[in-house]
Structures are given as C-alpha cells and as structure tokens.
C-alpha cells in the first residue's frame, strides 16, 4: 500500500506556482481527494475550498465571490500565472431546480470581466465548472473502471455513493488511489456523453478537465507512484 505522504515530502509552491482553486460542494470526498496532490510540485499549488452555508451551484458561486473576489477576499486569482477556479459540482436535483446554468453563466461573465480588464494576458478560460452526473463519485469510479455502471447493477445499492463505496474493492483510498489520474482522465472521456440543451448524460463528468490541468504539473511523480500499486 502506498502512503504517499510518507514517499515524498511536501514540495512548497514557488512564487510563481500555477494556482488551482477548487470551489467544493463536498465538505469531505473532494477534499480529501484533492489533497492528495498538494504539494507533489512546486509548480503548482492546489487549494480546495470547501463550502460554507449550503452546497448548491448559487451558494458556491457566492462563496467563491467572498473568498477570490470581494476587497477582502482570502486568495487572489493571477491571470499571469495562469490560474484558475474550478467549481467542482454534482447534477442532483441542482439541474432541475435551474441553478447549474446561472453558475456556468457566472464563470462566463468573469471570463468576460477578465479578458477586457487584461490585454496583456492570452485569453484563456479562468473561471469554469466540473459537473459530475449523478455525483463526484463517478469520477472515483473511472479510476477503476472503463465502462459505465450497469444501472440494474447500482439499482441495488441506497444510493450511488454507496455503489461505488462497494463496487471499488475497499472503497477509494485517498491516500494512494489518486494516482490513478491519468486513467481516470481517459475513461471518463471516453464514457463522456451530452443530452439535449448540454445537459450531461447519466455516469458522465467534466472532471477529466481539472485532472488534466493537475496532470500537467504532477505527471513525473503520478508515474514513480503508479509503478507501486
């Protein structure tokens, strides 16, 4: 069993580092799993917020505005270094209640704000959304898995949380599984599908695209610990 914190010391960021901020509904699986590739570089520095008062897409976005930027906001965003911000959101009921697209509307406007206020910065995408359907949990799933999940299958379990929780032998560790990065990032693409008005296809997650930005970063490292599973 790996112990990844045991192999490799924590690196502290450069002045420069990358930045990644990562607006959590979970209070506990997506923190933890994101800790996992706290300090792996020095190039980057992966902040996971958690929330605060409610967890739906509307409250995240005011947290996010609280904590990145209001006058006296806890981190600041460098569109010079390249950072971003992830809202890392479930489908739930969020979808139906009308709350998922006011945030991906959000992240446009603040796209928008940045790319008028900066000319010397190459646009790029800084704020933006990773929606997982029905939860975070699929996303654990295809570090594992290739194909989705039969439906008869998760049919049998309270909840999908708990199918994953079961179907991963062990359930997910956090202390080693997440080096499964790169594998997760291939089968969640190809297992990636769209339905009608963008909505996301059941056992679909948009999270293959933070990994892949994590990934840049910490590929070196992901290998040494993947030659040990």
């Known amino acids: 069993m790996i112990q990844r914190r045991r192999d490799y010391g924590k690196r ?15 209070k506990d699986t997506e923190l933890n799993y994101f800790k996992f590739f706290e300090g792996l570089s020095s190039n980057l520095q992966v ?13 995240l976005m005011k947290r996010a505005q ?9 981190y600041t965003v460098e569109c010079e270094h390249g950072d971003t911000v992830w809202f890392i959101i479930d489908t739930d009921t969020w979808e139906k209640e009308g709350k ?36 975070f949990e699929i996303w654990l799933y295809y570090h594992f898995y290739d194909k989705k999940p039969s439906q008869e299958k998760v049919g049998d379990c309270a909840s ?3 199918f994953v929780h079961l179907e991963i032998s062990g359930g997910f ?22 339905e009608k008005y963008g909505r996301l296809s059941l056992y679909s ?18 290998d040494k610990l ?3 599973l």
């Open 226 to 228: 993947r030659n040990k």
């Open 205 to 222: 997650t948009e999270m293959n695209k933070p990994g892949r930005e994590i990934l840049g970063f910490v590929k070196s490292e992901l």
């Open 47 to 59: 902040i996971a917020i958690p929330p605060t008062v409610g967890t739906d897409p509307i409250k």
């Open 12 to 26: 502290e960021p450069s002045r420069d580092a990358h930045k990644i901020y990562l607006v959590c509904e979970g």
């Open 66 to 74: 609280e904590v990145l930027l209001d006058d006296n906001r806890q």
């Open 173 to 194: 560790n956090f202390e080693k599984d997440p080096a499964r990065l790169e594998d997760a990032i291939s089968k969640a693409e190809a297992n990636f599908g769209m």
């Open 160 to 162: 999908f949380k708990e």
């Open 100 to 135: 998922i697209k006011p945030l991906r509307e959000f992240c446009q406007e603040q796209n928008d704000i940045i790319r008028e206020k900066y000319d010397e910065v190459k646009p790029y995408p800084v704020w933006n959304v990773a929606q997982s359907n029905p939860c």
